[in-house]
């Protein structure tokens, strides 16, 4: 049977997502209601293969543009990978994958995102990449730590106290690296995989915002306007959840990771997301620029190049960055995927050559889970 392959339309929206609950057997309605609660406009980044007019496959690619350093990053998440149990084995994957990649790079896309299982997406250039730090706080740190009062902290519903939506909104704008969140829907993403944003007050004043899952046993984003209150809140939270807290900060957050290593029970670096480069010397310039603020480069270059795709130049000396095309021999010449894994993946710690890459890799580049698909 030939398959017709194609974009859902608006009023395919309600079809579309009861086959993802199908296939998924969950409710996409509440776990993503930022693109399956009242959204038929975003109907269009969901590509279909379809039998006799009837979806047997789904693969989402949402618009996800980013700022890294006030620079703006255009980039496609996927996700919703869904085939019907009496259609696998035909491809149908592949093919609507394939063409969202098409798409995006016809769009002038500078990455990709995902998560799922690594080696079936490394076949369509993707690779483990993202870092991601997870620490995790108990209640018997807590009562080590008696003498740091929780006094005048609490925790308010974002989603019931729409008067701080802004104050959370411009805390997030402030990440080096943060996803282009309209203020209209600030609150929507932050409920997304099941969680709530909870403004954090300090006697009735404003402090910061975090996201937390609907037991309270797991907490992200967590952003404060004042850091010298950062234990204070890390015990407030840890109180509230009655339970072993795990808490993911940002690399970048140098505050706030100090506070988890001194008092949490243990904490650990993964891979997070996986990614493909469309534009891979920009991302590299852009990357090490960030590292550069982040904690700084050695000066020094280093050739790399993906065969088939490009070789390029990478410079750093004082503090400045350059990215240029070369005939040079490389320093490293390895795949897509394997060139992606290299310079991000935290599991490439310890594994470098020489001070210059040690002190350049693996680059900081996090993506905050509420915004992935």
Known sequence: MTAQYRRASADEYEDLIDFANFVFQINFAELLPKLYSGHPELAQYHYLALEEGKIKGLVASIPLDFSIDGETVRAFGIGTVSVHPEARGKGYMKELMNRAIADAKADGADLMCLGGQRQRYEY?????ACVQRNYTLTPNNRRHWERISTKGIDFLPLSE?????????????????????????FAEICRSWSCEAWVIRKNRQFLGYCILNADCTAAAELLLSDWQEVLPVLFALSEKAGKDLSVTPFSWQKELNRALSLVS???????????RFLNFPRMLKLLLQRKARQSGLSDGSLVLEIPGEGKYLAA???????????????DWSLSAVEMQN?????????QYDSLLENSWFPLPFELPNHDMV
């Open 124 to 128: 369509l250039g993707f690779s483990k």
């Open 161 to 185: 106290s729409c008067e701080y939506a802004e104050s959370c909104w411009q805390l997030h704008q402030m990440l080096p690296i943060h996803a282009k969140r309209n203020i209209e829907n």
């Open 265 to 275: 029970e243990g904490g650990a670096v993964s891979d997070g997301e996986m990614v």
């Open 316 to 330: 750093a000396g004082n503090g400045v960055v350059s990215i240029e095309e070369t005939t040079k021999p490389a």
């Open 342 to 350: 290299r310079i991000i993946s935290v599991s490439n710690l310890w």
